[in-house]
């Protein structure tokens, strides 16, 4: 029997890990946006491959970016919220390209754009549940052979709290672990097509993304700093991948 795409695979674990989330908090409005979002995703996407080959095709990468975008975005919105964040995402995954690669992470950027334009909420469902997201997420991580780049993340991230605790005078601890939005780091820091494909890179990347996150969040700058340090870094992955 063929084993699943590593897409298929992450969608099915997305599912599975929304309907499990609905049935522990009793929020059935997860699983509303998260239809919406993949029903919007399917169709714009499927709307611009027709133009482009005139075939009508349903995309694995679509299917992701909209189970995300269900996932990011909080569920106590208007429903177009949704379709207007699966739009952005779609638009950008065809229009900004560099040697035919999406610039910016599609869902990120999708998201980003519908919190500037409309005001949008950012809830990151499920995002602290570590228990879950660790040993799935681990793996996803190595199928995309991006595993130096989430430990850089998580180490940046912990010399940096350690400092700021020295700073403080307080003793340092392992609390930051708890802060950690597993989410972010598991399912769209490690989007292989906008992030560097060399150790170095990879190392940079990660490193970079982990600091900017803490000093935005120090800055007072809650839910969007994973955003906004993903879509600056994306923009010089071109030049990461040029490094020896």
Not at 67 to 86: E, H, T
Not at 102 to 112: D, K, M, Q, T, V
Request: hydrophobic share 60%; with cysteine.
């Amino acid at each position: 029997m063929k084993m699943p795409s590593f897409k298929m695979q992450l969608a099915g674990f997305l599912v599975v890990f929304a309907v499990g989330l609905s049935l522990v908090f009793w929020e059935a409005s997860l699983l509303i946006a998260l239809l919406i979002a993949v029903g919007s995703a399917l169709f714009f996407d499927a709307v611009a491959v027709f133009f482009k080959t005139q075939k009508v095709k349903f995309s694995e990468s679509a299917l992701i970016s909209g189970l995300i975008i269900g996932f990011v975005l909080s569920s106590a919105q208007p429903w177009w919220i949704f379709s207007a964040a699966v739009f952005f995402t779609i638009a950008s995954k065809h229009i900004l390209c560099w040697n035919h690669k999406h610039l910016l992470n599609p869902a990120a950027f999708g998201i980003f754009l519908t919190v500037i334009i409309f005001k949008a909420y950012i809830a990151w469902n499920g995002a602290d549940l570590w228990y879950v997201l660790v040993p799935f997420g681990i793996y996803f991580t190595w199928k995309v052979r991006k595993l130096e780049m989430a430990g850089v993340y998580f180490l940046v991230g912990g010399l940096l709290s350690v400092a700021e605790a020295f700073l403080k005078r307080e003793s340092p601890s392992l609390s930051f672990l708890g802060d950690q939005n597993f989410f972010f780091i598991f399912i769209i820091l490690i989007e292989p097509k906008t992030t560097p494909i060399r150790k170095t890179g990879k190392l940079l990347f990660g490193a970079g993304v982990a600091a900017g996150v803490f000093l935005l969040n120090a800055m007072g700058v809650p839910m969007r700093a994973e955003l906004y340090c993903l879509l600056a870094f994306n923009l010089i992955v071109p030049f990461l991948n040029k490094l020896p």
